[in-house]
């Protein structure tokens, strides 16, 4: 082999492990770190309190209005546990949507996952 066949085919390597090397930094570490999670809080809690006084004018016994407080406890348990959780799971940044100015091609909205995960006993 000629040292110059040589040069270009250690060139041609190089420019491949390079090329190869950028494209799995950029999609394993690049483009999951501009993902923006966003969650309105706002309406999850108002839907909460509506559900809740809804149910509350609705009780006529004291085992109902016990049954929906404790139902409030509970949600008031399992909001925080689930938007701790929220951006291990979506491996983002996680905002409040009233925070974020505009949406983005980057912007995911997380809203109805944190709804389940509320929902969920």
């Known amino acids: 082999m000629t040292p110059r066949t040589l040069l270009l085919a250690n060139a041609l390597v190089s420019l491949v492990v390079v ?3 950028l494209l799995l930094y950029d999609r394993q570490v690049i483009r999951p770190a501009r993902a923006i ?3 309105d809080l706002a309406e999850v809690y108002r839907v909460k309190e509506d559900e809740f006084t809804r149910r509350l004018t609705a009780a006529h016994s004291d085992e109902e209005r016990q049954a929906t407080l404790q139902m409030a406890r509970s949600f008031a348990q399992r909001l925080p546990a689930a938007l701790e959780n929220l951006p291990a799971e979506c491996g ?3 905002l409040l949507k009233a925070s974020v ?4 091609p ?3 909205d997380l809203t109805p996952r944190l ?3 509320v929902e969920a006993p």
């Open 101 to 104: 100015a505009g949406p983005t």
């Open 92 to 94: 983002c940044l996680v």
């Open 37 to 39: 999670g966003v969650v």
């Open 106 to 108: 980057y912007t995911v």
């Open 115 to 117: 709804r389940q995960k």
């Open 19 to 21: 090329a190869g090397a």
